[in-house]
C-alpha cells in the first residue's frame, strides 16, 4: 500500500513540474514515505528522520530551519521534509518531536500532502508548469481497492494508524485499472488492508468479486492479483469468480497466523483452525493447481510449545492434504 502511494504521489508531483533524483541533498522537495507494521521498520523511520534533521542543517549552512514569522501558512524558505504515512499519529506530538519537519500527513494523504506543497510553490513565488508524468510505465502495477480495516487483531497496529475501512467506489477502481492499462501496465494487482471485506461499508454492497468481474475484460490487461484477504470475510462468491475468470491468478495471499484455536481467540482473529482448512480446501477445489501464500506469528505472547507444534502440523499438512468439496456427509 505505501509502494502505490509512493508512486500516485510521484505521478502527482511530476504534473506539476517535478523530477525525481536519488540525491535527497539535490531535492526541493523530500518526502519521507513511512510503514511501522514492524519494529524493524519503525526503526528504520527513526534513522531517517534522524539524517533529514542533518539534511535541513547543511541546507541552511547554520542551525535548524526556523518558521518564517511573515508566513501566512508557517512553511520553511528552504528544502521541504515532509512526512506522511502510518508513522504519523498525534501530529501535535510530532512537530514538538521533530521541528524541522515542515509538514506530517496521514497515510494515503496525497491530496492534503499536494495541497500543502502548491502553497508552499505560492509562497516562495514558484509557480511549476503542468506537464505530463515521466515515471515510466509498470508492466505490474498497484490499484487501492480500500483504505483501513474495521478488525481489531490484538497484535496489528493498522486500524489505530490507517482507520476504519473505507471503500473506494467501482467505478473509480476501473477508471484507473483502465488509465494504467493504456500507460503499458499489463498486470494489476488490487491492495486493501482486508480485500474480502471491500464494500461492506458502501450503500449497495459491492464486493471484491464484483471487482474482479469488472475489470476483467479491459482490454490488454492480462493478470488480475488481489491482497491481503482475510480467512473470517473470504466468501464462497470471491472463490467462484477468482475461479471463473482466467485472468485471475491462482495464486492467494492468506495470512493463517497460527494453528491452533486458543492462540487465534487471543489474535482476535474471528476463525478457527479448522474454517482455514475449509477454505483451503474450498479454493484447492475449485482452483486445483494454487498457490497459497501465508503469514504465521512464531512465539505469540503466551503461545507453549504445544501450541507451536500445532501450528507446524497445520502447515505440513497443508502442504499433502488431498481436499474433496463438498465433503461428504
Same mark, same amino acid.
Given at each position: 500500500? #505505501?509502494?502505490?502511494?509512493?508512486? +500516485?504521489?510521484?505521478?502527482?508531483?511530476?504534473?506539476?513540474? !517535478?523530477?525525481?533524483?536519488?540525491?535527497?541533498? $539535490?531535492?526541493?522537495?523530500?518526502?519521507?514515505? %513511512?510503514?511501522?507494521?514492524?519494529?524493524? $521498520?519503525?526503526?528504520?523511520?527513526?534513522?531517517?528522520?534522524?539524517?533529514?534533521?542533518?539534511?535541513?542543517?547543511?541546507?541552511?549552512?547554520?542551525?535548524?530551519?526556523?518558521?518564517?514569522?511573515?508566513?501566512?501558512?508557517?512553511? +520553511?524558505?528552504?528544502?521541504?521534509?515532509?512526512?506522511?504515512?502510518?508513522?504519523?499519529?498525534?501530529?501535535?506530538?510530532?512537530?514538538?518531536?521533530?521541528?524541522?519537519?515542515?509538514?506530517?500527513?496521514?497515510?494515503?494523504?496525497?491530496?492534503?500532502?499536494?495541497?500543502?506543497?502548491?502553497?508552499?510553490?505560492?509562497?516562495?513565488?514558484? !509557480?511549476?508548469?503542468q506537464r505530463q508524468p515521466l515515471t515510466a510505465p509498470q508492466v505490474s502495477d498497484l490499484v487501492?481497492?480500500?483504505?483501513?480495516?474495521?478488525?481489531?487483531?490484538?497484535?496489528?497496529? @493498522?486500524?489505530?494508524?490507517?482507520?476504519?475501512? +473505507?471503500?473506494?467506489?467501482? $467505478?473509480?477502481?476501473? $477508471?484507473?485499472?483502465?488509465?494504467?492499462?493504456?500507460?503499458?501496465?499489463?498486470?494489476?494487482?488490487?491492495?486493501?488492508? #482486508?480485500? &474480502?471485506?471491500?464494500?461492506?461499508?458502501?450503500?449497495?454492497?459491492?464486493?471484491?468479486?464484483?471487482?474482479?468481474?469488472?475489470?476483467?475484460?479491459?482490454?490488454?490487461?492480462?493478470?488480475?492479483?488481489?491482497?491481503?484477504?482475510?480467512?473470517? &470475510?473470504?466468501?464462497?462468491?470471491?472463490?467462484?469468480?477468482?475461479?471463473?475468470?482466467?485472468?485471475?491468478?491462482?495464486?492467494?495471499?492468506?495470512?493463517?497466523?497460527?494453528?491452533?484455536?486458543?492462540?487465534?481467540?487471543?489474535?482476535?482473529?474471528? !476463525?478457527? @483452525?479448522?474454517?482455514?482448512?475449509?477454505?483451503?480446501?474450498?479454493?484447492?477445489?475449485?482452483?486445483?493447481?494454487?498457490?497459497? #501464500?501465508? &503469514?504465521?506469528? @512464531?512465539?505469540?505472547?503466551?503461545?507453549?510449545?504445544?501450541?507451536?507444534?500445532? %501450528?507446524?502440523?497445520?502447515?505440513?499438512?497443508?502442504?499433502?492434504?488431498?481436499?474433496?468439496?463438498?465433503?461428504?456427509?
Amino acid at each position: 500500500m #505505501n509502494r502505490a502511494d509512493a508512486y +500516485r504521489l510521484g505521478e502527482e508531483l511530476e504534473k506539476r513540474g !517535478y523530477a525525481p533524483t536519488n540525491q535527497p541533498e $539535490a531535492a526541493d522537495l523530500v518526502v519521507l514515505n %513511512t510503514c511501522v507494521v514492524r519494529q524493524s $521498520a519503525e526503526d528504520k523511520v527513526l534513522g531517517r528522520l534522524s539524517s533529514l534533521s542533518s539534511l535541513k542543517r547543511r541546507a541552511q549552512g547554520s542551525a535548524l530551519l526556523q518558521t518564517s514569522s511573515d508566513s501566512p501558512y508557517g512553511y +520553511r524558505e528552504s528544502k521541504l521534509v515532509c512526512v506522511m504515512g502510518c508513522f504519523v499519529d498525534d501530529i501535535q506530538a510530532l512537530e514538538t518531536r521533530y521541528p524541522y519537519v515542515d509538514a506530517f500527513f496521514k497515510p494515503s494523504d496525497i491530496a492534503g500532502l499536494m495541497q500543502f506543497v502548491e502553497g508552499w510553490e505560492a509562497e516562495q513565488g514558484e !509557480y511549476a508548469s503542468q506537464r505530463q508524468p515521466l515515471t515510466a510505465p509498470q508492466v505490474s502495477d498497484l490499484v487501492p481497492i480500500s483504505y483501513g480495516c474495521d478488525h481489531r487483531c490484538t497484535y496489528c497496529i @493498522v486500524t489505530l494508524r490507517r482507520g476504519k475501512q +473505507r471503500s473506494r467506489p467501482i $467505478a473509480e477502481i476501473v $477508471a484507473e485499472a483502465r488509465r494504467l492499462v493504456g500507460r503499458g501496465a499489463r498486470e494489476i494487482t488490487l491492495l486493501g488492508q #482486508n480485500v &474480502d471485506a471491500y464494500g461492506s461499508d458502501l450503500p449497495d454492497h459491492p464486493t471484491l468479486a464484483d471487482i474482479l468481474r469488472a475489470i476483467h475484460d479491459i482490454e490488454d490487461l492480462w493478470r488480475i492479483r488481489f491482497l491481503t484477504s482475510h480467512p473470517k &470475510d473470504m466468501s464462497q462468491e470471491i472463490v467462484e469468480a477468482a475461479a471463473a475468470l482466467p485472468k485471475v491468478c491462482e495464486c492467494w495471499e492468506l495470512p493463517v497466523q497460527s494453528g491452533d484455536d486458543a492462540i487465534l481467540r487471543r489474535m482476535a482473529r474471528g !476463525y478457527t @483452525v479448522e474454517h482455514f482448512r475449509d477454505l483451503v480446501c474450498r479454493i484447492r477445489e475449485r482452483i486445483p493447481r494454487s498457490a497459497l #501464500n501465508t &503469514d504465521i506469528i @512464531v512465539g505469540f505472547p503466551g503461545e507453549t510449545k504445544e501450541q507451536f507444534e500445532s %501450528t507446524l502440523r497445520l502447515v505440513q499438512r497443508r502442504a499433502s492434504i488431498q481436499c474433496t468439496w463438498p465433503p461428504t456427509p
